[in-house]
Each structure stands twice: as structure tokens, then as C-alpha cells.
């Protein structure tokens, strides 16, 4: 259990919150940050996002380096209806990304020589949608792209 808490600290940072440049006073960081120590638990919708990273960082070697792809994990549709943190709400662009990011995921596995380039255009639409929902993550999942 105080791992988690530990763990989910350490993720508050690249999470969300990462792209505030408001100037806030150091004061009231720090009473911020105690409340969300205190309050923070990894999300479903979290976890699957660190899942889907930990399977894209898999895959990006697997063409880095020939090897067979494997299949589509289906358990990413789970995205689709996942609770996020602090209840967030699943507006329609995020359904519409997610849709397109799944097709786009799964198109990788329909078309393997194609792979380099369609997992390419996976990862960007990771990004599309953090753009808008989740900045904090996007350093980290550049770092996934097929130079
Ligand atoms: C349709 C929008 C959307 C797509 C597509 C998407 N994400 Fe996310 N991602 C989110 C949202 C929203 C959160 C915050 C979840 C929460 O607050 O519960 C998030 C959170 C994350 C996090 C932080 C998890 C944590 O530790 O709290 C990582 C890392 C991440 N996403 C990576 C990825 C990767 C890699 C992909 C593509 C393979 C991806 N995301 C695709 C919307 C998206």
C-alpha cells in the first residue's frame, strides 16, 4: 500500500500536471501536492495507459529488430470505458481519439510490412490526444517513435 502511494506521487509529476506554467505561490504548491499525496490512486484508465506503453516500447523492438509482431492486444479496448482520475468525464473527443487510435494500433498487426510507418502514425495519435487531454506524459511517449 505504501508503495502505491510512493509510485502515484512520483507519477503526479509526469502525469497532467506537468504542463501548468501558472505562477503559483510555493505555498500553495505545497498544500496541493500534500492533498493529492494524500488523495492520489492510480487510475484504471492509468494503468492501462502505462500497460499500453510498456506493450509499444515491446513492439517498437520487435520491428527495431525484424522480430514477429504478435497480435493486437484487445485488452486496450479497454480505454474505451475506463475510469479516470478524480472521475474525469469521457468526452466525445476523447471517444473519437480513442477510436482512431485503436484502428490506428491495429493496423500495425493487418499490415507488418508496413509496421515501422503505421506504428509510427500510432504513436502519433497517442500524442494527438494528449495534446489536448494529458500533456504531462507526451517527453515520455516521443521517446516511443521509430527514428
Ligand atoms: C483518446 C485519448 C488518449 C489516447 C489515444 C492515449 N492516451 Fe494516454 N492518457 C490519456 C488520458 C486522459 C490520461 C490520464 C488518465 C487519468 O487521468 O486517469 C492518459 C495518461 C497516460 C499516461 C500517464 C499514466 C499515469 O501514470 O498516470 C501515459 C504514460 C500515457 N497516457 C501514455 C499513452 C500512450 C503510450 C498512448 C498510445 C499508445 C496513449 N497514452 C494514448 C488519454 C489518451
Known amino acids: 500500500m505504501k508503495y502505491w502511494f510512493l509510485l502515484g506521487c ?6 497532467c500536471n506537468g504542463s501548468s506554467t501558472e505562477e503559483v505561490k510555493v505555498e500553495e504548491v505545497a ?9 492520489y490512486e492510480l487510475s484504471e484508465m492509468s494503468a492501462i ?4 506503453y510498456q506493450l509499444n516500447e515491446q513492439l517498437k523492438e520487435r520491428i527495431e529488430n525484424g522480430e514477429e509482431l504478435g497480435s493486437f492486444s484487445e485488452s486496450f479496448e479497454r480505454m474505451l470505458n475506463a475510469k479516470m ?3 474525469k468525464p469521457m468526452d466525445d473527443f476523447f471517444k473519437t481519439h480513442a477510436e482512431t487510435f485503436l484502428a490506428n494500433q491495429r493496423s ?3 499490415n507488418p510490412a508496413q509496421a515501422k510507418e503505421l506504428y509510427n ?4 495519435s497517442c500524442i494527438a490526444c494528449h495534446e489536448v ?3 504531462g506524459p507526451i517527453t515520455k511517449i516521443e521517446k516511443l517513435f521509430i527514428k
Do not use: G, P, S, V
Not at 498544500?31 to 488523495?39: A, G, I, P, Q, Y
Open 10 to 15: 512520483a507519477l503526479l509529476f509526469i502525469a
Open 31 to 39: 498544500t496541493e501536492e500534500k492533498k493529492d499525496f494524500e488523495m
Open 49 to 52: 495507459m502505462q500497460h499500453m
Open 85 to 87: 482520475t478524480n472521475d
Open 108 to 110: 500495425i498487426y493487418e
Open 121 to 124: 502514425e500510432a504513436i502519433n
Open 133 to 135: 487531454k494529458c500533456t
